[in-house]
């Protein structure tokens, strides 16, 4: 099996062609997150092109999205200010129409926790959640052998709206919302958060052009106190969205991903010891793993949409 995958991320478009559990001819293009899908297709014409010469038979485009899907009727029905036209684009009929290809869509958060089960850090568990840590916070479930979409296919992947700081209304989150994980601890909030603590201007956060979570991570190795103490409110706050988590989806793994993985010397130790004190798991702790394609699991995970569907 051959497919052509493409995952919609924030900030940056991916695509490969999978075959074999294994990504081939991966590409990343750095995107504007406030330009519509349309203006990108052209892009992604010209990178299916290219794919198509590396396999005589492709069995169909699939596309990673960062939004509500609705894999039934396979059409993107929400968004949360990425790829604001997507819902009103017909992305099948482009498809066909372009390449002859059928074209299959999922959220992003879902293909990523299947890539993961099915060729990473989840194999051989029937029961994961996979949470993925960086730009936003995206979350998602498999239950016996089965990943949850629920009736209108949000089911799993709102953990990181799932409100931790109910008091607060001041910090709006990309869904509107307020005191969700994702608007208390991702990398859009960090630079908001440093420049109105006391410390900001003795910290050497303040002469940084970009404050980020690699940033934060980086300089509080280095014992900038302010670093420190948004590294711990941070970590902190994933921790209890990840007790959430486990409380709603009863996982006998959890699986983190994004690109704060690359510190998991400090961040997995931490989430073992927060889970261990505030947890209510009475039958033992789930496994908290790092996932083993921090990069490209969505993309791996699409091989799941060609196969039989019953993995849904
Ligand atoms: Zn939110």
């Known amino acids: ?22 990504v081939g001819e991966l590409s ?16 992604l014409k010209e990178r299916i092109t290219y794919l198509r010469q590396y396999s005589d038979s492709i069995d169909g485009i699939a596309i990673a999205f960062p939004g509500l899907v609705d894999t039934n009727r396979n059409i993107v029905i929400g968004n949360s200010g990425k790829y604001n036209d997507a819902c009103t684009l017909d992305l099948v009929g482009w498809a066909q129409k372009e390449f002859g290809l059928g ?15 099915k060729y990473g850090a989840g194999q051989g568990f029937s ?17 016996h052998n089965k990943i949850l979409r ?22 709006k989150c990309s869904c509107g919302n307020y005191g969700c994980v994702e608007a208390t601890a991702s990398t859009w909030m960090m630079g908001k958060l440093a420049k109105r603590h006391p410390l900001f ?9 970009v404050i980020d979570l690699q940033a934060i991570f980086r300089e509080s190795l280095a014992g900038d106190e302010l670093a420190v103490f948004l590294r711990d409110h941070c970590m902190k706050a994933w921790g209890i969205g990840l007790i959430n988590l486990i409380h709603a989806y009863d996982p006998e793994v959890v699986v ?5 993985i690359h510190s998991k010397e400090i961040i997995l130790p931490y989430f073992r010891k927060i889970i261990e004190e505030r947890a209510w798991c009475a039958s033992g702790m789930p496994e908290i793993r790092a996932a083993h394609y921090p990069d490209s699991a969505a993309l791996l995970g699409t091989t799941t949409l060609f196969t039989k569907r019953s993995n849904e």
């Open 103 to 117: 074209l299959l869509l999922e959220n992003d958060a879902r293909l990523a926790c299947l890539g993961e089960w």
């Open 1 to 22: 099996m051959s497919i052509i995958a493409i995952d919609l991320g924030g900030t940056r478009i991916k695509t490969g062609i999978i075959a074999d559990g294994a």
């Open 28 to 43: 990343i293009t750095e995107i504007s997150i406030n330009d519509g899908l349309s203006q990108y297709l052209p892009l």
């Open 256 to 260: 983190i991903g994004g690109g704060i």
């Open 150 to 171: 629920g009736k209108h296919y949000q089911a799993g992947i709102l953990g990181g709206h799932s409100i931790i700081d109910f008091n607060n209304m001041e910090d």
């Open 201 to 209: 201007s003795e910290s050497k956060l303040c002469r940084l052009p």
């Open 127 to 143: 029961d994961m959640v996979m949470c993925t840590l960086g730009t936003g916070v995206g979350s998602s479930a498999i239950i």
